[in-house]
């Protein structure tokens, strides 16, 4: 998991709740990415940031929201217009080609 | 257009014998590959990966893999299975078209060691 904390590790809500995930990460790497991992589905791409101050929608953005003030954090928010937000979510980070992978949060919405 | 193939959801072979998981790929550019693995409810970990060097690659956990562009593959094997082999595997696909690094995951193949 290298230099990259995501917390909690468990997350319960209830529905129509916004709740925020963490990343930070220690690696001094600028990109930063959020992905969504659901059974027989791989990884999908949240949002990505290649700078500070700096975020691209990725490919299923809506009920989502991230923000990039400081080079070592990048929260995600579940808004409660995610309609099916039980699922893993993974933070990672990139140098060059390669990105590393955060342990994930596991958010259960009920 | 980019994309990931891997041709099995699921695998499964008897300890100490060969693992090969099959990854097929497309790209508009000159991409690097790499296969991820993943254990239950934990992040997602590099085996190995292939940046335009060398065409076999060697990753931990004496697994490897080998580019092949007039096949567009990306193959994982592996001589002999351990019991803690067994886990999730993903193979990605990286280009920079633009300048923006595009990746792209594959839908997994989850291998099953059998004792």
């Known amino acids: 998991d290298g230099g990259i904390t995501q917390s909690p590790k468990y997350l319960f809500r209830k529905e129509g709740q916004n709740v925020t995930l963490s990343c930070e990460q220690n690696l001094n790497h600028d990109a930063m990415y959020w992905y969504r991992q659901d059974p027989g589905q791989g990884l999908r791409l949240i949002y990505y940031?290649?700078?500070?101050?700096?975020?691209q929608k990725g490919d299923i953005a809506e009920g989502y929201s991230v923000s990039r003030e400081k080079k070592e954090s990048f929260p995600l928010t579940v808004t409660s217009a995610q309609k099916n937000p039980t699922a893993f979510y993974l933070c990672?980070?990139?140098?060059?080609?390669?990105?590393?992978f955060g342990p994930g949060t596991r958010l259960t919405v009920t | 257009a980019q994309s990931v193939t891997q041709l099995d959801s699921h695998v499964s072979v008897s300890e100490g014998t060969p693992v090969l998981l099959r990854c097929n790929y497309s790209?508009?550019?000159?991409?690097?590959l790499f296969w991820y693995v993943q254990h239950p409810n934990k992040g997602l970990q590099l085996l190995l990966k292939y940046t335009s060097a060398a065409t076999l690659v060697k990753g931990i956990n004496g697994f490897e893999a080998e580019f092949k562009k007039s096949e567009t593959s990306f193959h994982l094997t592996k001589p002999s299975a351990h019991m803690s082999d067994a886990a999730e595997y993903f193979c990605?696909?990286?280009?920079?078209?633009?300048?923006?690094?595009?990746?792209?995951f594959g839908t997994g193949t989850k291998l099953q060691v059998i004792p």
């Open positions: 990605v696909v990286s280009d920079i078209p633009g300048g923006y690094q595009k990746v792209t």
């Open positions: 940031s290649q700078i500070v101050n700096d975020f």
């Open positions: 990672a980070t990139r140098e060059r080609y390669e990105q590393y």
């Open positions: 790209s508009s550019y000159s991409p690097s």
